[in-house]
């Protein structure tokens, strides 16, 4: 029987420098249930967090996902960076919406459970016929990727940012262990401001942030789109 394998990631990134979590696949690799799970050393087999695109609720196929708010907000973008990829929920979602997608990662642990996730999701035809071959995962920082790419060819009609922000003091439910994990191992986004202003740099027609309905403005935005429980700030490329 084949042995799981486990590793710890020593990536390129202060974020995850001395970190306790280790990189470990559940399962057999040839056993196509198997996936690559994010756990802290000593915890058991099966306990970690891990990306799973199967999970995404999509029963209104093309349709729902072309009238999600954040749709609206990227207007006639067709290329879209996501800065700040995680476990490619949005990313995959705006994939599905008909947007070829470009998700950056810059946690190299992350970024092995997204890449992980996303060969999944392509050998079940549902999910393959979803995003077809509109989502690659890309390990960068983002700041760096987008000021290489401002300006060129390669640089993407819009950018799309949900920043990691430090916790409310008070809150009426514990968060989703997924963030609970990806906070414990990459911190909060305190660069979140200096992402924006490169992603400004870098898009040729839009800058969309994600921030949850409450929370203060990081700059001024042209505009807003409201969704249920969070909202997208918007900018024009050039303001």
Same mark, same amino acid.
């Given at each position: 029987?084949?042995?799981?394998?486990?590793?710890?990631?020593?990536?390129?990134?202060?974020?995850?420098?001395?970190?306790?979590?280790?990189?470990?696949?559940?399962?057999?690799?040839?056993? +196509? !249930?198997?996936?690559?799970?994010? %756990? %802290?050393?000593?915890?058991?087999?099966? *306990?970690?967090?891990?990306?799973?695109?199967?999970?995404?609720?999509?029963?209104?196929?093309?349709?729902?996902?072309?009238?999600?708010?954040?749709?609206?907000?990227?207007?006639?973008?067709? $290329?879209?960076?996501?800065? $700040?990829?995680?476990?490619?929920?949005?990313?995959?979602?705006?994939?599905?919406?008909?947007? %070829?997608?470009?998700?950056?990662? *810059?946690?190299?642990?992350?970024?092995?459970?997204?890449?992980?996730?996303?060969?999944?999701? *392509?050998?079940?035809?549902?999910?393959?016929?979803?995003?077809?071959? %509109?989502?690659?995962?890309?390990?960068?920082?983002?700041?760096?990727?987008?000021?290489?790419?401002?300006? $060129?060819?390669?640089? +993407?009609?819009?950018?799309?940012?949900?920043?990691?922000? +430090?916790?409310?003091?008070?809150?009426?439910?514990?968060? *989703?262990?997924?963030?609970?994990?990806?906070?414990?191992?990459?911190?909060?986004?305190?660069?979140?401001?200096?992402?924006?202003?490169?992603?400004?740099?870098?898009?040729?027609?839009?800058?969309?942030?994600?921030?949850?309905?409450?929370?203060?403005?990081?700059?001024? +935005?042209?505009? !807003?789109?409201?969704?249920? $429980?969070?909202?997208?700030?918007?900018?024009?490329?050039? !303001?």
């Amino acid at each position: 029987m084949e042995r799981p394998r486990a590793w710890t990631c020593q990536g390129v990134n202060e974020h995850d420098a001395g970190s306790p979590f280790i990189v470990a696949r559940v399962g057999a690799e040839s056993d +196509p !249930s198997s996936f690559v799970e994010l %756990r %802290r050393e000593g915890e058991r087999e099966g *306990r970690g967090i891990h990306c799973d695109l199967a999970q995404i609720s999509l029963r209104g196929g093309l349709a729902q996902a072309r009238a999600m708010p954040i749709v609206k907000a990227l207007g006639d973008a067709r $290329t879209v960076v996501d800065a $700040t990829a995680g476990l490619l929920g949005d990313a995959f979602l705006l994939a599905a919406a008909g947007f %070829r997608v470009i998700a950056l990662e *810059r946690s190299p642990q992350v970024h092995q459970l997204a890449v992980d996730g996303l060969a999944r999701a *392509r050998r079940d035809p549902r999910l393959l016929a979803l995003i077809e071959d %509109r989502l690659e995962v890309v390990h960068a920082d983002a700041r760096a990727w987008l000021d290489a790419h401002a300006g $060129t060819d390669a640089a +993407p009609d819009a950018v799309v940012i949900d920043p990691m922000f +430090p916790p409310k003091k008070k809150k009426s439910a514990l968060p *989703r262990k997924e963030m609970v994990v990806l906070r414990a191992l990459v911190g909060s986004d305190h660069d979140a401001d200096e992402l924006v202003a490169a992603a400004r740099r870098c898009a040729r027609m839009r800058v969309v942030l994600k921030r949850s309905d409450d929370a203060p403005e990081l700059a001024t +935005p042209d505009w !807003s789109v409201e969704g249920k $429980t969070v909202r997208f700030d918007v900018w024009r490329a050039g !303001s």
